[in-house]
């Protein structure tokens, strides 16, 4: 099964930028859908962004519009590009994997039990 493993996590200052990574074992992970999610300590895990199979639709949480940005190089890699931290961007980040081939869908893209696959998750530390 695809494997999935997130990089790119630290430290930074309010204001910083930190790019986030969630790199794939197999080449299939191109043709799903791909999201992220945070969770803080004491919180659920919240959606924060997610890229179309084909790159192209992307979709972000409104805590996050406007600040990050999601890419991917239709090979084995997401990126999660984060400017104007915050301290509530602190978090544990993970990537996940569509449970479905080649679909995407608004009405539950924010849902975790939507996907099937999961990383290790990186964790984010913003510092005021």
């Known amino acids: 099964q695809v494997q999935l493993i997130e990089s790119g996590g630290g430290l930074a200052q309010a204001g910083a930028s930190l790019t986030l990574m969630c790199t794939a074992s197999e080449s299939i992970f191109r043709r799903y859908t791909v999201a992220w999610f945070r969770q803080a300590p004491g919180n659920e895990r919240e959606y924060v962004a997610a890229i179309s199979y084909h790159g192209v639709v992307k979709n972000f949480a409104d805590s996050v519009k406007g600040r990050f940005a999601i890419s991917r190089d239709d090979a084995k890699t997401v990126f999660l590009l984060m400017h104007g931290l915050k301290p509530e961007d602190t978090a544990v980040y993970y990537c996940?994997?569509?449970?479905?081939?080649?679909?995407?869908?608004?009405?539950?893209?924010?849902?975790?039990?939507?996907?099937?696959?999961w990383g290790q998750g990186t964790q984010v530390t913003v510092s005021s």
């Open positions: 996940a994997m569509d449970r479905m081939l080649t679909r995407f869908r608004l009405a539950s893209i924010s849902r975790a039990d939507e996907y099937a696959v």
